[in-house]
T-cell receptor
Framework: KQEVTQIPAALSVPEGENLVLNCSFT??????LQWFRQDPGKGLTSLLL?????REQTSGRLNASLDKSSGRSTLYIAASQPGDSATYLC??????????????FGQGTILTVHP | NAGVMQNPRHLVRRRGQEARLRCSPM?????VYWYRQLPEEGLKFMVY????????ESGMPKERFSAEFPKEGPSILRIQQVVRGDSAAYFC?????????????FGQGTRLTVV
């Protein structure tokens, strides 16, 4: 059974810092890994999608890496801003049959960036 | 190009009533997924549908819950005889394709409160 763990559970940093969020998964048989952002009381916004054959993806100040063999992904946020405050979720999509429809999520990292 | 639309955004039901949650996928998307986020818990997969077909319902409770995605119209998640434990945020996601190219886009969610 796939399990996804995110560390740390919560992170508070001053504006301008570079930071790293960690995600680990127990089963490396995945199609891809997706990072999301969730604001309080809102839906999920897709940030980055990394296919299993890729090592990293970049979008603006965000960079996500994937090491499938070790079951790890990191989300790097450069020059953090108060508007980055949200819960960041990591999710993996398994290989096999029709289970590719089933994203398995981590518990999330609650990020607070204070001015 | 509208995103995934869910309605209602908030739904209050008394114990024993029925709840109907609607989801219109992004334009051109034929794959729909439902997830549930219980208070203080992560997002859990419920069901994966394509037009007129249930592909994977391994996350659906065995009783009272059903889902459909008809040829015309939105996907519906139906909860019969609701109980307090059904109170949660229900999210719908859609994707253009299945398999390894699947990137899921989520709606804003329906927050169900059972009183």
């Amino acid at each position: 059974k796939q399990e996804v763990t995110q560390i740390p559970a919560a992170l508070s940093v001053p504006e301008g810092e570079n930071l790293v969020l960690n995600c680990s998964f127990t089963d490396s048989a995945i199609y891809n890994l997706q990072w999301f952002r969730q604001d309080p009381g809102k839906g999920l916004t897709s940030l980055l999608l990394i296919q299993s054959s890729q090592r990293e993806q970049t979008s603006g100040r965000l960079n996500a890496s994937l090491d499938k063999s070790s079951g790890r992904s990191t989300l790097y946020i450069a020059a953090s801003q108060p508007g980055d405050s949200a819960t960041y979720l990591c999710a993996v999509r398994p290989i096999g049959g029709t289970s590719y429809g089933k994203l398995t999520f981590g518990q999330g990292t609650i990020l607070t960036v204070h001015p | 190009n509208a995103g995934v639309m869910q309605n209602p955004r908030h739904l209050v039901r008394r114990r024993g009533q029925e709840a109907r949650l609607r989801c219109s996928p992004m334009k051109g998307h034929s794959h729909v997924y439902w997830y549930r986020q219980l208070p203080e818990e992560g997002l859990k997969f419920m069901v994966y549908l394509q037009k007129e077909n249930i592909i994977d319902e391994s996350g659906m409770p065995k009783e009272r819950f059903s889902a459909e995605f008809p040829k015309e119209g939105p996907s519906i998640l139906r909860i019969q005889q609701v109980v307090r434990g059904d109170s949660a945020a229900y999210f719908c996601a859609s994707s253009l394709r299945g398999g390894d190219l699947t990137e899921a886009f989520f709606g804003q969610g329906t927050r169900l409160t059972v009183v």
